[in-house]
C-alpha cells in the first residue's frame, strides 16, 4: 500500500482506498446492522492498511461517528484520515438542510466530541442550502481550519456552478459526489473543473450498491418492498447492459487473480480525475477484500478496455441513485 495521494491544498493525506461507513452505526439507512458488526468492520478495514474513513452526521444521526470513534481509540490517530460531514439539522421534528455558518460551526463541535478526537481531516457539506451564499458557509469552516479544528474542506452533492461559488476564495480542497463505473455524466462536467482547481474527487457509491461487484445474476426479481426493485440500475433494459459490461472486466479480473469488485475497485484507483475511492461494506470479510484492490495494477490496455465496456454510460442521463434532500 505504497501510493499516497494528497487531498487539494491541504495537508492531509490518505492512501487511495478509504472505507465508506454509511453502514456502520446507521441504523436509520440499515436497520438490520449491529454496532459490533459495524465494530469490526471499521476495525478490519483499519487493521489491514485502510487509512480514510469517510462517516457523517446523517449516517445514524450521529451514531456512525460515535462508533468510528470508538473504532480508532485502539489505533495510532495521527495515522488515520477521518472525513465527516455535516448539513442535516432535525432540531424541529422535520429535516432542514443548513449551510449557515452558526449551524455548521456547532455541527463540527458536535462531530468532534461524538468521533472523541481534536481535530477532523475532511469535514464536508454535505449537501448545499436553499439560502447561505456557499462563499459565506466555506469561509466559517476556513475559520474552524484556522483554529485547528479541521484540516481540509470538501463540499459534497454541489452542482459545478455551486462548487465554483463555494470556491471563490479558493478554500476547498475535496469534493464527494455520486460517481461509479455506471453513473459518469455527472463527473463529466465537473471533473475537470476539479482538476484544473486542485480540488480533490472523492467519489461515492463506487460498486452502485454492490451491483458493480459482479454478484448479481441474470433473471433476479426482487420483492416489492425491496428497494432495489425501485432502483433504475435494477430494471430493464439497463440492468442487463449493466450485466454485460460487467462481464467485460470478469477476463481482467481473472488474469490478475482478483475479483471483479476488486478489478473494478482499481480502475478507480489508477483513474487520474479520482483522489480517494471509499467502498462500503455490510461486512469484515467485503472490507478485507476490497483492500487488496490496491495490489492490482492495471495496465494502460486494461484500463481502457473496462472504460469502453462502460463507455455508453458517459452518455447515458442516468441522475443520482437516491432522491437529494429538500
Ligand atoms: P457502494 O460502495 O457502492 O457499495 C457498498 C455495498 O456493496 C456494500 O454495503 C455491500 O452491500 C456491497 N459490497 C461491498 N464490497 C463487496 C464485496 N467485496 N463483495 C460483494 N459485495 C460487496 O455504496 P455505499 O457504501 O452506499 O457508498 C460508499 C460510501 O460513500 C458510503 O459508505 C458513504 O460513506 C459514502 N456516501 C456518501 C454520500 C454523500 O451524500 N456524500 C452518499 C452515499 C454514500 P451488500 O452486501 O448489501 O451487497
Redesign the pocket.
Known sequence: MSKTVKIGKSEVTSTPLGL????VGGYNLFPNLNDEDGLNIVKTGIENGITLL??AYVYGLGHSEELVGQAIKDFDRHQLVIAT?GAHDFSSGEQVIRNDPKFITQQVDDSLKRLGTDYIDIYYL?FPDHDTPKAEAVGALQRLREQGKIRAIGV??FSLDQIKEANADGYVDVV?DEFSLLHQDRGADMLPYLKENNISFVP???????LL?G?YQRDIAFPEDDIRSQIADFQEPRYGKILTAVDAVRPIAEAHDATV?QTVLAWYIKNPLISVV?????KPE?VA??VKALNVELSDEEFKQIDDAFADFKQIKSGKSLKDPD
Open positions: 465508506g461507513t454509511n453502514a469517510d462517516t460531514k454535505h459534497s452533492n464527494e461515492y457509491f463506487p460498486l452502485a450498491s454492490g461487484t454478484k469488485a471509499i467502498p462500503g461494506a455490510k467485503q477484500a476490497n
